[in-house]
């Protein structure tokens, strides 16, 4: 008999949401995580008192209790927690602003078919028929790849509201570069518009520690500071793990969240790393403000997606850094959540990932405040001027993800191409979390779960 | 296990699933699907539910046996008369 049943590499949302399904209904389950917190790409630290989030934003697909068709009330009874008890907070309200035009929404998807209807008249019909249609869309059933560019054009005939549009759902959730396959687009528009944006009472580590607090009441056992040095396995079938230090672990069965490149290095899957390792990263910026520099946007704002070109592309820039498209955050800008001496303001801009790689440790250094300043400037033509009043700010980059994640050069999104089913060349070896499709906190989640469903259940 | 017995599992069941479930006016013979909104992942979850408590393996094409609350009780009488 082997060690365990099920061997779960990384303790992030995927993982962990894999983890506890599987525990839910078996025994032996272990999640092995190197790093000594959980989360992965959302997860959090301290610095000068503060607890400071990694990701977050906010979370996708809002949904109020008893709604029980919604993917995030679906979650939560997948996993057995307590949907009534999960105290969310809605957005106040985010924002598209672009040189010439701007489009609120909000939770609430009639204001930005008010917007459009009165920014881009021409197209309002046309987004009435995207909306229906996205409401029916199955995203889910295999199709191949379809430009969401083309269909968008289809139904708005407006090259700039299509950019507009585009901006928040890519930036959140697309691995490829100037277009996205039309379900991705419905599953982010889906997120997005259609349910919108929330965030936990609490942060992200409260979050964590519910997901493994339920991982651990079914019996599951978590390994912090244990990273996996290989995976082992024969033709077909992995026999166990060997870990960094040596010790090796027999499993029925291995799942795991470090994507495509980062399994494929664990084992000897002749991927052809390129195709595989996505190009899209960013920087990302945590200013902490005073409260009582607060003023206007920054007071009524969630999120607010920016773009000082219309032509505005999604793709790797030339440079480190492009500042002039990005998000905009005030993760404390939630209903209910209680203001406190300071607030922040989180910036994140498209980065280059080998231009950041050639740097040596100085001239990395330096770099990061320079493109600090870059966007700050930026950022700025739109919420005013706030560099003067940063009482602490830290920013990562490209570098940094590919460190605490493991992601491939620093790809958030990972693969441009995904493997929907989990399946790999090993029979018992599964992948879940980003590479396998579904993007975000609540979409990595969706995806342990479905992975297990799937495959591991039996 | 009597009938009445395994219609009370199976609605213990659904309300250890769903914490919103309502049982009230709930007509024993019509979908519990529509009824109760559940959805294909929650009948996996009384399937594996089953599977966990009585070591009863449902495959795949039976489920639909699960349909009703009636159809449940007249599918796993024999399957839980012992139990
Ligand atoms: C700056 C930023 C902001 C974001 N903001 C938001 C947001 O506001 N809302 C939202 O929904 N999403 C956001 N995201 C995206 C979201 O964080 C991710 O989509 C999601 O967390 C991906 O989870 P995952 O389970 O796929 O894997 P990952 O989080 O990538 O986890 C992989 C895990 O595996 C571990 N690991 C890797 N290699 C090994 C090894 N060899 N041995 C053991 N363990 C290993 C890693 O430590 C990590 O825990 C953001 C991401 C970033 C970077």
């Known amino acids: ?458 | 296990m009597t009938r009445d017995e395994i219609k009370d599992l199976i609605l213990e069941i659904i309300e250890d699933i769903d914490e919103d479930a309502e049982f009230d006016g709930l007509d024993a013979d019509a979908p519990l699907r529509d009824q109760l909104d559940l959805d294909s992942m929650d009948f996996l979850d009384i399937v594996m539910e089953l599977r966990k408590r009585y070591k009863l393996q449902i495959p795949e094409e039976e489920y639909p046996e699960l349909a009703t609350l009636t159809s449940c009780v007249n599918y796993l009488e024999p399957k839980l008369k012992d139990a």
């Open chain 1, 1 to 458: 008999m082997a060690d365990y049943q099920l061997i779960i590499i990384g303790g992030c949302l995927s993982g962990l949401a894999a983890g506890i399904r599987a525990a839910r209904f078996g025994q032996n389950i272990l999640i092995l995580e190197q790093h000594s917190l959980p989360g992965g790409l959302n997860s959090w630290y301290f610095r000068h008192g503060h607890l400071l989030e990694t990701g977050l934003h906010a979370m996708t697909n809002f949904a109020p209790v008893g709604d029980k068709r919604a993917p995030l009330n679906r979650l939560f009874r997948q996993l057995k927690l307590s949907r009534k008890r999960f105290v969310t907070r809605e957005q106040f309200g985010s924002e598209i602003i672009f040189p010439d035009h701007r489009l609120r929404f909000s939770n609430d998807l009639s204001l930005l078919v008010q917007e459009i209807a009165r920014e881009f008249p021409a197209s309002g019909q046309g987004f009435l028929r995207l909306v229906k249609e996205m409401e029916t869309y199955d995203p889910f059933a295999p199709a191949p790849w379809r430009s969401a560019r083309e269909y968008l054009s289809e139904r708005l005939a407006d090259p700039l509201l299509e950019n507009m549009l585009l901006l928040p759902l890519m930036v959140y959730g697309n691995a490829e570069e100037q277009d996205m396959d039309l379900g991705q687009f419905a599953i982010m528009f889906r997120a997005l518009f259609l349910e919108g944006f929330f965030r936990p009472e609490e942060t992200i580590r409260e979050f964590l520690g519910l997901l493994i607090d339920q991982f651990r009441e079914f019996g599951g056992e978590i390994r912090f500071k244990t990273e996996v040095a290989e995976i082992v396995h024969d033709q077909s079938r992995v026999q166990g793990l060997r870990l960094q230090g040596g010790e090796f672990l027999t499993a029925d069965r291995v799942l795991s969240t470090v994507g495509l490149p980062g399994t494929a290095a664990l084992t000897d899957w002749p991927l052809e790393q390129k195709r595989y390792t996505g190009r899209m990263s960013f920087v990302e910026t945590i200013s902490l403000l005073p409260e009582s520099r607060r003023h206007d946007l920054s007071r009524d704002r969630t999120i607010l997606f920016y773009s000082h070109s219309n032509s505005w592309q999604y793709q790797r820039p030339e440079e480190l850094i492009d500042p002039s498209w990005g998000v905009i955050c005030f993760p404390e800008n939630f209903q209910g959540i209680k203001a406190k001496k300071t607030f922040q303001l989180r910036v994140t801009n498209a980065a280059n990932y080998d231009q950041w790689r050639q740097l040596d440790s100085g001239a990395y250094k330096k770099e990061k405040e320079r493109c600090f300043k870059e966007s700050t400037e930026m950022v700025a033509k739109i919420v005013g001027n706030y560099a003067q009043d940063v009482v602490y700010q830290d920013s990562f980059t490209p570098l940094t993800i590919e460190r605490f994640t493991g992601k491939g050069a620093g790809a958030v999104y990972g693969s441009p191409i995904k493997i929907k089913d989990g399946r790999t060349p090993w029979e018992n070896l599964f992948i879940a979390g980003t590479d396998q499709g579904y993007l975000g906190i609540v979409g990595a989640m969706l995806s342990g779960v479905t992975i297990v469903n799937q495959h591991l259940l039996g």
